[in-house]
C-alpha cells in the first residue's frame, strides 16, 4: 500500500509541475530521441524517433503544444529479419530501426524506415488508420538510406533517400517503377563530410529537401541545409537555413520542419549531448524569401520558445512503476528481441519477474534486459530486487546502461551474495556487432549478509561538463550508502549508438532456471 501511495504522489507532482505550460524550453525533450519527424494531423502533433535495436520499437509521439509529448504506440514489437535480433550470430547494437519518415495521406498514416543491419535490412512501409496503432506491414521495398517518403498533390510517391537520390514508387506503393532512379542533386565541392537525414516537403508549390550537413574542417560546423525546386525532378538550388550552437553542447544539425494548428512553422532538430543521447530542440520556422529560415532573429536556436497549449496531463517519457499493471508500460523497451516466456507480470502480482534463459557471460549478450531513458539535467532512479530465487553463477541488477557502463551487480557465487560496482565496455566486430570481449573494472564491492531484497539507486547528471553517474544501495528503507566511485558517460555511435539508460538486468552465468523478481522502479527527473 505505502508503495502505491509513494509512487501516486509522485506522478501528481509530476503532472502539476509538466502540465500547463505557456511555453516550451529548450531542449524540448531533453532525452534521447534522434532522427525526429514530425507531422500534424488536426490538432495534433505526431513524431517517431530512432530506438535501433530497441524493442519495441519506432516509438509513435503525440502532443498539442511541443512541450506535453506522449508515447502512443510503436510501428512494431519485434523484428525478426535478422538472427542478430535476438543476439544470434552478432548483435544488432547501433542498427536496426533508423530515421524513420512519417506521413499522412487521405485518411491512412504511413512510416517508411529501412533497419541498418548486414542481413536482411530492406526497407519496410507500414500503415496504421490510427497513429496508435496497430500498425502493419504494406510492402518490402529494397533498402533506401535515411529515407523521406512523399505523396505529391497528383497522389503520385516519391522516396527520396542517401544523398539526393530519388525513386517513383508505384500506385499501390508496393514496388519502385522501372526506370525512376534519379539523382536529383549533385553535393557541393566543399560538402565532403556527413549529408543526410532527408526531409522533403511540398509548400506553396515548391520542393524542399532538408538534411544535415557537416564539413570536417576547421571552423565548419554542423547545419540544416535545404534544396529547393519548382518541379520534384529539379533542378534544385540550396541554401544554409540554420547553423547555430546552443547551450554551449555543441551545433545542432537533422529534423524537420511542420505547418502549426496556429498557421505558423516550426522546427525540430536534434543536438547531441554526450551521455544523455542526442536531444530535441524547437524553434520557429520563417518563410523568407521562399526559404524556410530556421531559428529566432539572430538565426539562433532560442532558449524558449511562446508555444502553449492545453494539455493538462502527465505525459513525461520517463515513469515510475509499481508493476501492478497486467500489461508492461509502454515507456519500457527491451534490449533487443525478448524472450517472452522468460518474463512475466502475472506469476507474482505487483512485481516484473525476470528469468535467466540462457547462460552468457556478459552483461551485452544478456537477454530481456529492460530499461528506459535518463533525461536531462538531472535524474534519478532506484529499484528493488528480490534476489530470493537466484541461482549459483546469476548476476542481477540496474546499470546506467550503453556502450560504456556504470553498472551495481548482485553476484551470487555458491551461498555468497556480493555487490559490485563497475564500469565496463564493450568490444564489438565491425560488421556482425559480435561481443568480442567487455572489459571490466571493479570500482567497489560489498558482500551482502541477508541477501533477500535490495534497493539500488542511479543518479546522473547531465549538465554541461558533467554526464557523471553515481551509485547507492540500501537493504531495507535505512539511509542511501554510496558505493564505487562517480561514473563518466559515454556516447559512442561505434558501440551502442544511443544515450544511457536506466537498465534492470538478470542473467545465468552457469545455468538458466533463476529468477528476480523487480518490486518497483521509483524515478524522478530534475527540473530544467
Known sequence: MMKRFTLLVASVLMLFAGSVSAIVRNPMIWADTPDPDVIRVGDYYYMVTTTMHLMPGAPIMRSKDFSNWEVIGYLFDKLTDSPKYDMEEGTAYGRGQWATSLKYHKGTFYALFAPNDSRGGDTYIM???????????????????????FFDDDDRVYVVYGTGEMVELSGDLKSVIPGSDRKIFEREADETGLLEGSRMIKHEGKYYLLMISHVWAPGRYRRQVCYRADDIRGPYEKKV???????????????????????????????????????????????????????????????????????VKDTRLVISDDFDDEKLHLLWQWNHNPVDEAWSLTERKGFLRLKTNKVVSNLY???????????????????????????????????????????????????????????????????????????????????????????????????????????????????????????????????????????????????????????????????K
Open 241 to 311: 537555413i540554420l547553423q547555430s550552437d546552443f547551450a554551449k553542447f555543441g551545433h545542432v544539425g537533422q529534423g524537420t520542419i511542420v505547418d502549426g494548428n496556429d498557421g505558423k512553422w516550426y522546427g525540430v532538430i536534434f543536438q547531441d549531448r554526450g551521455g544523455v543521447g542526442r536531444v530535441l530542440t524547437h524553434m520557429p520556422c520563417r518563410w523568407i524569401d521562399g526559404w524556410p529560415i530556421l531559428g529566432n532573429e539572430d538565426g539562433l536556436v532560442p532558449d524558449v520558445m511562446p508555444q502553449g497549449g492545453d494539455e
Open 127 to 149: 500503415t496504421a488508420k490510427d497513429a496508435a496503432g496497430p500498425w502493419t506491414v504494406h510492402s518490402r521495398l529494397r533498402h533506401f538510406h535515411d529515407a523521406s517518403l
Open 365 to 527: 549478450e544478456a537477454r530481456n534486459t529492460i530499461s528506459q531513458r535518463m533525461e536531462g539535467p538531472t535524474c534519478s532512479a532506484y529499484v528493488t530486487l528480490d534476489l530470493s530465487h537466484m541461482k549459483d553463477g546469476d548476476r542481477c541488477g540496474f546499470a546506467a546502461f550503453n556502450g560504456h557502463s556504470g553498472v551495481l551487480t548482485i553476484a551470487r557465487d555458491g551461498k555468497n551474495y556480493t555487490l559490485i560496482q563497475s564500469n565496463t565496455q564493450v568490444h564489438l566486430t565491425d560488421r556482425e556487432k559480435a561481443v568480442t570481449k567487455v572489459d571490466e573494472e571493479i570500482i567497489g564491492q560489498v558482500n551482502l549478509k541477508k541477501a533477500k531484497s535490495i534497493q539500488l539507486r542511479i543518479d546522473a547528471d547531465f549538465n554541461r561538463g558533467q554526464d557523471m553517474a553515481t551509485f547507492y544501495y540500501r537493504m531495507g528503507k535505512g539511509e542511501w550508502i554510496p558505493i564505487g566511485q562517480p561514473y563518466k558517460m559515454r556516447f559512442d555511435y561505434r558501440l551502442l549508438f544511443m544515450g544511457t539508460r536506466y537498465a534492470i538486468f538478470n542473467y545465468a552465468t552457469k545455468q538458466p532456471g533463476g529468477y528476480v523478481d523487480v518490486d518497483e522502479f521509483v524515478y524522478e527527473r530534475g527540473e
